[in-house]
């Protein structure tokens, strides 16, 4: 939620300031903007803040790369949130042993902001099994 | 430290028991380290060294900044795990027979007997050399085809991958792959000889076949 996108903003370099708020029950975060409604979504707002700091790479940097990239974001918001049942924890963790397998990144070569949330939201998974 | 002798089988399987849960062969950023070691493996490690393999492929993409990563190359013997000894520098590489002194003594003149050895040997060179094309160039290689979704019927694929013949194309073993979301892609081995079967042409065939076939990548490459 806000606190992950907080940490983001200090890993991409950027001013705090940064608004944030929460919608729903499932607490979607939402950043406030000086005009309309806020922007929705953690992979959105994620996104935006990447090329807010000019570091756009973090997105991928070719075609293939790019789509990988969205494929994990999109695979955070859907698959990995705090109540995972310990079933679907063990399928999540699998899925990326195998896509990890012939891979330093998740992406491939690079570094990217998939790698930045997915590390953020399997964190607490992480430390209960370390 | 070292890995052994890297030009052979053992010492490629200690760089891959080294690499489980390594990235890197020093710290956790490409440096000169993985150049060095990098540079002394002759070829792609096979597919069942995935972790050599891995990081191979890795340290390839830094093809072109090698001389800009950080650190110095250091001599093999001051990589991997401590407890053994680097011995890669040991094989030399041209253990020839061939090396002949074919020219002889000309102090003296030849005696018939050294005459006959000499022309013995060079004949021997000779056909040892004529020999050497009828040796022919191959290569191992694994193909991931992937399918356009999990519905995709992955037996009539394999099928199609299969019908694909060619002169100098031999199928091996196959295994289903998932990959996520219910999707599988089927992984097949084939042995190719090099002048006649070429990665472009084998994904050419395969991805002619539109209605199963989505992509096709070649997931290991090994001269044999």
Known sequence: ?130 | MGFGDLRSPAGLRVLNDFLADRSYIEGYVPSQADIAVFEAIAAPPPADLFHALRWYNHIKSYEKQKASLPGVKKALGKYGPADVEDTTGAATDSKDDDDIDLFGSDDEEESEEAKKLREERLAQYESKKSKKPAVVAKSSILLDVKPWDDETDMAKLEECVRSIQADGLVWGSSKLVPVGYGIKKLQIQCVVEDDKVGTDMLEERITAFEDYVQSMDVAAFNKI
């Open chain 1, 1 to 130: 939620g806000p606190a992950e996108l907080e940490l983001l903003e200090r890993l991409l370099g950027l001013p705090a300031g940064n608004k944030y708020g929460v919608l729903g029950e499932r607490k979607v975060p939402v950043l406030q903007t000086n005009n309309g409604p806020g922007l929705t979504g953690l992979m959105t707002i994620a996104a935006h803040l990447v090329r807010q700091a000019k570091k756009e790479q973090l997105l991928g940097s070719t075609t293939e790369e790019r789509a990988v990239v969205q494929q994990w974001l999109e695979y955070r918001v859907t698959r990995v949130n705090g109540g995972s049942s310990k079933e679907d924890t063990r399928i999540i963790l699998k899925d990326l042993n195998m896509h990890l397998e012939d891979k330093v990144y998740l992406a491939g070569n690079i570094f990217t902001l998939a790698d930045i949330l997915m590390y953020y939201g399997l964190h607490h998974i992480m430390v209960s099994i370390t």
